[in-house]
């Protein structure tokens, strides 16, 4: 069975850090572009940043740039989002999607025919 999961997510003061993991069962991770993607209520579903896990290209959002750090480990067939310097604003639920395009796109309809996990909520307190 296919499976793409999110985890990580959690309570952290301002300024503090988190790391999110997107693991994949069922599918190696090897030419698939990942997306990290987070929604706030009432808000919509914003990409923050996604890597290609052969060449590593990676792409970030103007709002988590300089803050945020994807990265995969193909050996595990999971992909990382270091969270560092965190706002409030960066409360979401984050989750992750994986599909076979190249490059990497923060644009959640690129990923449409591939495979979605169920999120992980991250509250970032003031």
């Known amino acids: 069975e296919v499976q793409l999961q999110a985890s990580g997510g959690g309570l952290v003061q301002a300024g503090g850090s988190l790391r999110l993991s997107c693991a994949a069962s069922?599918?190696?991770?090897?030419?698939?572009?990942i997306g990290w993607f987070r929604q706030a209520p009432g808000k919509e579903r914003e990409g923050v940043s996604c890597?290609?896990?052969?060449?590593?290209?990676?792409y970030y959002s103007d709002s988590v740039k300089g803050r945020f750090t994807v990265s995969n480990d193909n050996a595990k067939n999971t992909v990382y989002l270091q969270m560092n310097s965190l706002k409030p604003e960066d409360t979401a639920v984050y989750s992750c999607?994986?599909?076979?395009?190249?490059?990497?796109?923060?644009?959640?309809?690129?990923?449409?025919?591939?495979?979605w996990g169920q999120g992980t909520q991250v509250t970032v307190s003031s």
């Open positions: 999607a994986a599909d076979t395009i190249w490059p990497c796109v923060l644009n959640s309809t690129a990923y449409t025919n591939g495979y």
């Open positions: 069922g599918f190696t991770f090897r030419d698939y572009a």
């Open positions: 890597i290609f896990t052969t060449d590593r290209h990676t």
